[in-house]
Protein backbone atom coordinates (compact mmCIF):
# COMPACT_ATOMS: atom_id res chain seq x y z
CA UNK A 1 0.00 0.00 0.00
CA UNK A 2 0.86 3.54 -0.94
CA UNK A 3 -0.44 6.35 1.74
CA UNK A 4 -2.10 8.98 -0.44
CA UNK A 5 -3.95 11.17 2.29
CA UNK A 6 -6.07 9.03 4.26
CA UNK A 7 -6.79 6.60 1.74
CA UNK A 8 -4.18 4.01 0.56
CA UNK A 9 -3.18 3.47 -3.45
CA UNK A 10 -3.18 -0.77 -3.29
CA UNK A 11 0.24 -1.39 -4.88
CA UNK A 12 0.31 -5.26 -5.38
CA UNK A 13 4.06 -7.00 -4.85
CA UNK A 14 3.23 -9.29 -7.21
CA UNK A 15 3.25 -8.28 -11.12
CA UNK A 16 0.28 -8.12 -13.00
CA UNK A 17 -0.66 -9.71 -16.24
CA UNK A 18 -1.49 -7.11 -19.02
CA UNK A 19 -5.43 -6.59 -18.18
CA UNK A 20 -7.83 -7.73 -21.20
CA UNK A 21 -9.07 -4.82 -23.35
CA UNK A 22 -12.15 -3.03 -22.72
CA UNK A 23 -13.10 -3.70 -26.13
CA UNK A 24 -13.37 -7.39 -26.09
CA UNK A 25 -16.50 -7.74 -24.54
CA UNK A 26 -18.27 -4.37 -24.70
CA UNK A 27 -21.15 -4.44 -26.93
CA UNK A 28 -22.48 -1.71 -29.00
CA UNK A 29 -24.85 -0.46 -27.25
CA UNK A 30 -28.38 0.24 -29.43
CA UNK A 31 -28.10 4.39 -29.71
CA UNK A 32 -24.72 4.72 -28.06
CA UNK A 33 -23.25 7.81 -29.68
CA UNK A 34 -20.08 7.98 -27.44
CA UNK A 35 -16.54 5.84 -27.43
CA UNK A 36 -16.76 3.73 -23.96
CA UNK A 37 -12.61 4.00 -24.53
CA UNK A 38 -12.93 7.57 -23.80
CA UNK A 39 -15.81 7.92 -21.50
CA UNK A 40 -14.94 5.14 -18.47
CA UNK A 41 -11.30 5.82 -18.18
CA UNK A 42 -12.60 9.17 -16.70
CA UNK A 43 -15.28 8.02 -14.28
CA UNK A 44 -13.72 8.37 -10.73
CA UNK A 45 -15.83 6.66 -8.48
CA UNK A 46 -16.32 6.61 -4.40
CA UNK A 47 -17.93 3.17 -2.87
CA UNK A 48 -18.90 3.46 0.93
CA UNK A 49 -19.59 0.09 2.25
CA UNK A 50 -17.32 -2.69 1.12
CA UNK A 51 -19.86 -5.78 1.82
CA UNK A 52 -22.44 -7.85 0.25
CA UNK A 53 -23.70 -5.13 -2.39
CA UNK A 54 -20.77 -2.57 -2.22
CA UNK A 55 -18.25 -5.51 -2.73
CA UNK A 56 -20.16 -6.47 -6.14
CA UNK A 57 -20.40 -2.62 -6.97
CA UNK A 58 -16.81 -2.39 -6.92
CA UNK A 59 -15.92 -5.48 -8.80
CA UNK A 60 -18.18 -4.62 -11.29
CA UNK A 61 -16.38 -1.21 -12.43
CA UNK A 62 -13.30 -2.57 -12.11
CA UNK A 63 -13.86 -5.21 -14.79
CA UNK A 64 -15.29 -1.55 -16.65
CA UNK A 65 -11.90 -0.79 -16.26
CA UNK A 66 -12.52 2.67 -15.21
CA UNK A 67 -10.14 5.40 -14.24
CA UNK A 68 -10.04 5.39 -10.62
CA UNK A 69 -11.61 4.01 -7.72
CA UNK A 70 -12.15 4.63 -3.66
CA UNK A 71 -13.15 1.80 -1.57
CA UNK A 72 -14.01 2.97 2.03
CA UNK A 73 -15.42 0.25 4.74
CA UNK A 74 -14.64 -0.08 8.65
CA UNK A 75 -15.27 -4.01 9.04
CA UNK A 76 -13.49 -6.69 8.65
CA UNK A 77 -14.87 -9.87 6.66
CA UNK A 78 -17.03 -12.59 8.96
CA UNK A 79 -17.40 -15.92 8.37
CA UNK A 80 -21.03 -14.68 8.13
CA UNK A 81 -19.83 -13.20 5.15
CA UNK A 82 -19.07 -16.27 2.98
CA UNK A 83 -22.73 -16.41 3.36
CA UNK A 84 -23.62 -13.27 1.13
CA UNK A 85 -20.40 -11.32 -0.26
CA UNK A 86 -17.80 -12.34 -3.26
CA UNK A 87 -14.78 -13.80 -0.88
CA UNK A 88 -13.33 -16.88 -0.22
CA UNK A 89 -12.52 -18.42 2.98
CA UNK A 90 -8.75 -17.19 2.84
CA UNK A 91 -10.44 -13.73 3.19
CA UNK A 92 -12.24 -14.57 6.25
CA UNK A 93 -10.65 -11.32 9.15
CA UNK A 94 -9.35 -9.13 6.53
CA UNK A 95 -10.41 -5.76 6.33
CA UNK A 96 -13.42 -5.52 3.98
CA UNK A 97 -12.05 -2.39 1.70
CA UNK A 98 -7.90 -3.24 1.62
CA UNK A 99 -9.24 -7.19 0.55
CA UNK A 100 -11.70 -5.94 -2.12
CA UNK A 101 -9.31 -2.78 -3.48
CA UNK A 102 -6.92 -5.47 -3.72
CA UNK A 103 -9.37 -7.70 -6.36
CA UNK A 104 -10.23 -5.30 -7.90
CA UNK A 105 -6.51 -4.11 -9.07
CA UNK A 106 -5.86 -7.60 -10.09
CA UNK A 107 -9.02 -7.86 -12.31
CA UNK A 108 -8.02 -4.07 -13.77
CA UNK A 109 -4.46 -2.91 -13.02
CA UNK A 110 -4.90 0.37 -15.10
CA UNK A 111 -7.52 1.68 -12.48
CA UNK A 112 -6.00 3.48 -9.34
CA UNK A 113 -7.26 1.74 -6.61
CA UNK A 114 -7.37 3.57 -2.89
CA UNK A 115 -8.88 2.21 -0.01
CA UNK A 116 -9.96 3.12 3.77
CA UNK A 117 -10.23 0.56 6.09
CA UNK A 118 -12.18 2.96 8.82
CA UNK A 119 -15.15 5.14 9.24
CA UNK A 120 -15.92 7.64 6.38
CA UNK A 121 -16.81 10.41 8.97
CA UNK A 122 -12.55 9.94 10.40
CA UNK A 123 -11.99 11.03 6.79
CA UNK A 124 -10.61 14.76 6.51
CA UNK A 125 -12.94 16.87 3.68
CA UNK A 126 -9.67 16.88 1.72
CA UNK A 127 -9.86 13.16 1.52
CA UNK A 128 -13.25 13.30 -0.26
CA UNK A 129 -12.66 16.10 -3.00
CA UNK A 130 -11.30 13.38 -5.86
CA UNK A 131 -14.79 11.27 -6.59
CA UNK A 132 -16.97 12.43 -9.60
CA UNK A 133 -19.61 9.54 -8.42
CA UNK A 134 -20.58 8.65 -4.99
CA UNK A 135 -22.09 5.07 -4.59
CA UNK A 136 -23.35 4.17 -0.90
CA UNK A 137 -23.93 0.66 0.04
CA UNK A 138 -23.59 1.06 3.94
CA UNK A 139 -25.45 -0.65 6.32
CA UNK A 140 -24.30 2.42 9.00
CA UNK A 141 -27.34 5.15 8.97
CA UNK A 142 -24.42 7.66 10.55
CA UNK A 143 -22.58 6.96 7.76
CA UNK A 144 -25.59 7.13 5.49
CA UNK A 145 -26.33 10.57 6.70
CA UNK A 146 -22.63 11.86 6.50
CA UNK A 147 -21.77 10.98 2.80
CA UNK A 148 -25.73 11.71 1.68
CA UNK A 149 -25.24 15.43 3.16
CA UNK A 150 -21.28 15.68 2.25
CA UNK A 151 -22.30 15.08 -1.77
CA UNK A 152 -25.64 16.90 -1.60
CA UNK A 153 -23.23 19.85 -0.14
CA UNK A 154 -20.70 19.88 -3.05
CA UNK A 155 -23.21 18.86 -5.67
CA UNK A 156 -22.00 15.26 -6.26
CA UNK A 157 -24.32 12.80 -7.91
CA UNK A 158 -24.77 9.44 -5.12
CA UNK A 159 -26.12 6.33 -6.61
CA UNK A 160 -27.59 4.30 -3.21
CA UNK A 161 -28.44 0.96 -3.44
CA UNK A 162 -30.07 -1.78 -0.86
CA UNK A 163 -32.54 -4.87 -0.07
CA UNK A 164 -34.62 -5.43 2.21
CA UNK A 165 -34.57 -9.49 2.34
CA UNK A 166 -37.79 -10.38 3.64
CA UNK A 167 -39.77 -9.10 0.95
CA UNK A 168 -37.12 -9.82 -1.57
CA UNK A 169 -36.47 -6.44 -2.66
CA UNK A 170 -33.41 -4.56 -4.15
CA UNK A 171 -33.69 -0.64 -4.31
CA UNK A 172 -31.49 1.65 -6.02
CA UNK A 173 -32.11 5.30 -5.73
CA UNK A 174 -30.27 7.53 -7.85
CA UNK A 175 -29.40 11.59 -6.53
CA UNK A 176 -28.03 14.23 -9.35
CA UNK A 177 -27.76 16.68 -7.05
CA UNK A 178 -26.86 19.19 -9.88
CA UNK A 179 -29.83 21.28 -8.02
CA UNK A 180 -29.38 22.14 -4.33
CA UNK A 181 -33.53 22.52 -4.26
CA UNK A 182 -33.72 18.89 -5.76
CA UNK A 183 -33.90 15.83 -3.70
CA UNK A 184 -31.31 14.12 -1.59
CA UNK A 185 -31.29 10.80 0.19
CA UNK A 186 -32.20 12.37 3.31
CA UNK A 187 -35.65 13.51 1.86
CA UNK A 188 -36.52 9.66 2.30
CA UNK A 189 -36.00 9.80 6.19
CA UNK A 190 -38.64 9.64 8.41
CA UNK A 191 -39.10 9.59 12.44
CA UNK A 192 -37.97 5.90 12.45
CA UNK A 193 -34.69 6.36 10.28
CA UNK A 194 -33.92 10.01 12.64
CA UNK A 195 -34.70 8.05 15.96
CA UNK A 196 -31.81 5.05 14.90
CA UNK A 197 -29.67 7.80 13.36
CA UNK A 198 -29.40 9.35 16.60
CA UNK A 199 -28.63 5.90 18.41
CA UNK A 200 -26.25 5.03 16.11
CA UNK A 201 -27.94 1.57 14.84
CA UNK A 202 -26.13 -0.64 12.57
CA UNK A 203 -27.91 -2.88 9.92
CA UNK A 204 -25.50 -5.61 8.81
CA UNK A 205 -26.21 -8.25 6.26
CA UNK A 206 -23.76 -10.59 8.66
CA UNK A 207 -25.12 -8.75 12.49
CA UNK A 208 -22.93 -7.40 14.92
CA UNK A 209 -20.48 -9.18 16.82
CA UNK A 210 -20.37 -9.19 20.47
CA UNK A 211 -18.62 -5.69 21.96
CA UNK A 212 -17.38 -4.97 18.52
CA UNK A 213 -19.98 -1.84 18.43
CA UNK A 214 -21.12 0.29 21.30
CA UNK A 215 -25.43 1.30 20.19
CA UNK A 216 -27.69 2.64 22.36
CA UNK A 217 -30.66 1.30 20.69
CA UNK A 218 -31.23 -2.05 19.20
CA UNK A 219 -29.37 -4.03 16.63
CA UNK A 220 -31.60 -5.34 13.95
CA UNK A 221 -29.43 -7.12 11.65
CA UNK A 222 -30.56 -7.20 7.84
CA UNK A 223 -30.84 -10.17 6.95
CA UNK A 224 -30.27 -11.41 2.82
CA UNK A 225 -29.27 -13.98 0.49
CA UNK A 226 -26.66 -13.40 -2.08
CA UNK A 227 -28.52 -12.89 -5.02
CA UNK A 228 -30.24 -10.20 -3.76
CA UNK A 229 -27.37 -8.32 -3.05
CA UNK A 230 -26.26 -9.00 -6.07
CA UNK A 231 -29.51 -7.96 -8.09
CA UNK A 232 -29.06 -4.53 -6.24
CA UNK A 233 -25.41 -4.36 -7.31
CA UNK A 234 -26.23 -4.58 -10.90
CA UNK A 235 -28.88 -2.24 -10.85
CA UNK A 236 -26.61 0.26 -9.29
CA UNK A 237 -23.98 -0.91 -12.10
CA UNK A 238 -26.87 -0.75 -14.57
CA UNK A 239 -27.54 2.95 -13.78
CA UNK A 240 -24.17 4.70 -13.72
CA UNK A 241 -23.31 2.54 -16.97
CA UNK A 242 -26.44 4.13 -18.56
CA UNK A 243 -25.22 7.95 -17.25
CA UNK A 244 -21.72 7.85 -18.50
CA UNK A 245 -22.63 6.62 -21.95
CA UNK A 246 -25.53 8.49 -22.53
CA UNK A 247 -28.02 5.14 -22.52
CA UNK A 248 -31.63 5.85 -23.09
CA UNK A 249 -33.28 7.93 -20.78
CA UNK A 250 -32.12 10.00 -17.91
CA UNK A 251 -31.15 8.28 -14.88
CA UNK A 252 -31.15 10.48 -11.75
CA UNK A 253 -33.75 11.22 -8.89
CA UNK A 254 -35.42 7.87 -9.53
CA UNK A 255 -35.95 4.86 -7.59
CA UNK A 256 -35.98 1.56 -8.92
CA UNK A 257 -37.28 -1.69 -6.98
CA UNK A 258 -37.17 -5.47 -8.26
CA UNK A 259 -39.19 -7.26 -6.57
CA UNK A 260 -38.57 -10.97 -6.11
CA UNK A 261 -41.66 -12.51 -5.52
CA UNK A 262 -43.51 -10.94 -8.66
CA UNK A 263 -40.57 -10.91 -10.66
CA UNK A 264 -41.08 -7.10 -11.53
CA UNK A 265 -39.33 -3.98 -11.44
CA UNK A 266 -40.60 -0.32 -10.76
CA UNK A 267 -39.15 2.89 -12.02
CA UNK A 268 -40.79 6.08 -9.80
CA UNK A 269 -39.33 9.90 -10.09
CA UNK A 270 -37.60 10.89 -6.29
CA UNK A 271 -39.10 14.31 -5.17
CA UNK A 272 -37.78 16.95 -2.80
CA UNK A 273 -38.86 16.65 0.76
CA UNK A 274 -39.92 20.26 1.58
CA UNK A 275 -39.22 19.18 5.49
CA UNK A 276 -36.13 17.44 4.98
CA UNK A 277 -33.89 18.04 7.85
CA UNK A 278 -30.47 17.61 5.58
CA UNK A 279 -28.56 21.16 4.57
CA UNK A 280 -29.37 21.99 0.99
CA UNK A 281 -27.45 25.01 0.80
CA UNK A 282 -24.32 24.14 -2.37
CA UNK A 283 -20.89 24.99 -1.72
CA UNK A 284 -18.49 26.16 -3.57
CA UNK A 285 -15.20 25.05 -3.54
CA UNK A 286 -12.04 27.54 -3.78
CA UNK A 287 -8.16 26.60 -3.55
CA UNK A 288 -5.62 29.35 -1.84
CA UNK A 289 -2.46 28.93 -3.01
CA UNK A 290 -1.16 30.02 0.48
CA UNK A 291 -1.26 27.49 3.54
CA UNK A 292 -4.60 28.09 5.49
CA UNK A 293 -2.56 28.32 8.63
CA UNK A 294 -0.84 31.21 7.43
CA UNK A 295 -4.23 33.12 6.98
CA UNK A 296 -6.47 35.62 9.16
CA UNK A 297 -9.92 34.61 8.90
CA UNK A 298 -10.56 38.29 7.65
CA UNK A 299 -7.38 37.29 5.25
CA UNK A 300 -9.94 34.20 3.70
CA UNK A 301 -13.17 36.54 3.74
CA UNK A 302 -11.42 38.88 1.49
CA UNK A 303 -10.41 36.18 -0.76
CA UNK A 304 -13.89 35.03 -1.35
CA UNK A 305 -15.18 38.97 -1.62
CA UNK A 306 -17.48 38.71 1.35
CA UNK A 307 -17.68 41.51 3.81
CA UNK A 308 -17.70 40.92 7.75
CA UNK A 309 -21.29 40.39 8.40
CA UNK A 310 -23.55 38.75 11.03
CA UNK A 311 -24.29 36.42 9.72
CA UNK A 312 -21.02 35.10 9.29
CA UNK A 313 -20.03 31.15 10.43
CA UNK A 314 -16.79 29.22 10.47
CA UNK A 315 -16.21 25.43 10.56
CA UNK A 316 -12.70 24.44 10.81
CA UNK A 317 -11.43 21.31 9.59
CA UNK A 318 -13.49 18.85 11.46
CA UNK A 319 -12.65 20.59 14.77
CA UNK A 320 -14.56 22.60 17.10
CA UNK A 321 -14.42 25.98 18.60
CA UNK A 322 -14.28 25.68 22.25
CA UNK A 323 -14.84 29.08 24.13
CA UNK A 324 -14.49 27.54 27.60
CA UNK A 325 -13.25 24.07 29.61
CA UNK A 326 -13.87 23.28 33.04
CA UNK A 327 -11.58 20.45 35.43
CA UNK A 328 -13.31 18.16 37.37
CA UNK A 329 -12.09 20.22 40.50
CA UNK A 330 -14.71 23.03 38.89
CA UNK A 331 -12.49 25.49 37.79
CA UNK A 332 -13.17 26.96 34.68
CA UNK A 333 -11.10 28.39 32.38
CA UNK A 334 -11.00 30.52 29.59
CA UNK A 335 -9.80 28.51 25.96
CA UNK A 336 -11.39 30.43 22.53
CA UNK A 337 -9.12 27.61 20.09
CA UNK A 338 -10.11 25.20 17.45
CA UNK A 339 -9.57 21.51 19.05
CA UNK A 340 -10.65 18.22 18.30
CA UNK A 341 -13.91 17.28 19.19
CA UNK A 342 -13.34 15.52 22.73
CA UNK A 343 -9.67 16.70 23.04
CA UNK A 344 -8.45 18.34 26.37
CA UNK A 345 -8.17 21.66 26.62
CA UNK A 346 -5.17 22.09 28.72
CA UNK A 347 -4.05 21.93 32.18
CA UNK A 348 -5.49 23.04 35.17
CA UNK A 349 -3.95 25.51 37.60
CA UNK A 350 -4.88 21.99 40.01
CA UNK A 351 -3.00 20.12 37.68
CA UNK A 352 -5.61 18.08 36.26
CA UNK A 353 -6.99 18.24 32.40
CA UNK A 354 -10.19 20.86 31.67
CA UNK A 355 -11.79 19.52 29.18
CA UNK A 356 -14.39 21.38 26.80
CA UNK A 357 -17.96 22.50 28.21
CA UNK A 358 -20.83 21.21 25.85
CA UNK A 359 -22.99 24.40 25.82
CA UNK A 360 -19.45 26.54 25.10
CA UNK A 361 -18.29 24.52 22.10
CA UNK A 362 -19.88 25.25 18.70
CA UNK A 363 -18.93 23.39 15.31
CA UNK A 364 -19.70 25.91 13.37
CA UNK A 365 -19.08 28.92 14.99
CA UNK A 366 -20.54 31.98 14.60
CA UNK A 367 -19.00 35.68 14.03
CA UNK A 368 -20.30 36.87 17.31
CA UNK A 369 -17.97 34.60 18.94
CA UNK A 370 -15.17 34.84 17.58
CA UNK A 371 -15.68 38.22 16.16
CA UNK A 372 -11.71 39.36 18.17
CA UNK A 373 -9.91 36.53 16.68
CA UNK A 374 -10.86 37.24 13.09
CA UNK A 375 -7.29 39.12 12.47
CA UNK A 376 -4.98 36.15 13.96
CA UNK A 377 -3.21 33.69 11.71
CA UNK A 378 -5.20 30.42 12.38
CA UNK A 379 -2.29 28.33 13.50
CA UNK A 380 -2.14 31.44 15.97
CA UNK A 381 -6.73 29.83 17.09
CA UNK A 382 -5.85 26.13 15.97
CA UNK A 383 -4.54 23.18 17.89
CA UNK A 384 -3.45 21.58 14.48
CA UNK A 385 -2.50 23.07 10.50
CA UNK A 386 -6.22 22.83 9.04
CA UNK A 387 -6.51 21.23 5.45
CA UNK A 388 -9.91 23.18 4.85
CA UNK A 389 -12.16 25.32 6.38
CA UNK A 390 -16.21 26.08 5.87
CA UNK A 391 -17.77 29.56 5.55
CA UNK A 392 -21.37 30.00 6.07
CA UNK A 393 -23.12 32.95 4.92
CA UNK A 394 -26.64 32.29 4.96
CA UNK A 395 -27.56 30.30 1.85
CA UNK A 396 -24.21 30.43 0.78
CA UNK A 397 -21.09 28.67 1.29
CA UNK A 398 -17.35 28.08 0.48
CA UNK A 399 -14.77 25.41 1.06
CA UNK A 400 -11.60 26.47 0.99
CA UNK A 401 -9.00 24.13 1.00
CA UNK A 402 -4.76 24.47 0.61
CA UNK A 403 -4.00 24.48 -3.04
CA UNK A 404 -6.00 21.20 -3.58
CA UNK A 405 -7.52 20.64 -7.11
CA UNK A 406 -10.67 19.20 -6.68
CA UNK A 407 -10.47 16.47 -9.29
CA UNK A 408 -13.62 15.64 -11.84
CA UNK A 409 -16.93 17.02 -10.13
CA UNK A 410 -17.61 19.05 -13.30
CA UNK A 411 -16.64 15.96 -15.21
CA UNK A 412 -18.52 12.88 -17.02
CA UNK A 413 -20.94 11.58 -14.45
CA UNK A 414 -21.88 15.52 -13.01
CA UNK A 415 -23.19 16.58 -17.05
CA UNK A 416 -27.06 17.89 -17.16
CA UNK A 417 -28.60 15.79 -19.82
Request: proline content about 6%; hydrophobic content about 40%.
Amino acid sequence: MRKTSGFEEVVLEEALAPSARRSDRMPRFVGMSVDPDARLPNLKAAIVGAGSIGANIALGLARLQIGRLWIADRSQFKNESLLTQPIGPDDVGRPKARCIGEKCKRLSPETAVLTWNGAIQDLGVTDLLGPNAVILATDNLSAESYVAQWTLSMGLPLVHASVHGDTLVAQVRTFSHSDPEGPCLLCSYGAEEFAHLGGESIFSCEGIAKGEVKVTTQVQPTMSVAFLCSTAADLALNAILRHVLQLGQPVWNKQVEFCGFRNACIESPLKRNPNCQANHIRQTHVSVSKPLQHLTLREILAILGEPVRASLAFSLDGLEFVERAECACTRRSRVDRFLPAGAPAGRCACGGQSFPMPYYSHRPVGLHRIRKLLDRPIADIADRSPRSLTVHAGDRAWLVTNGQRRLGTKGICNEDR
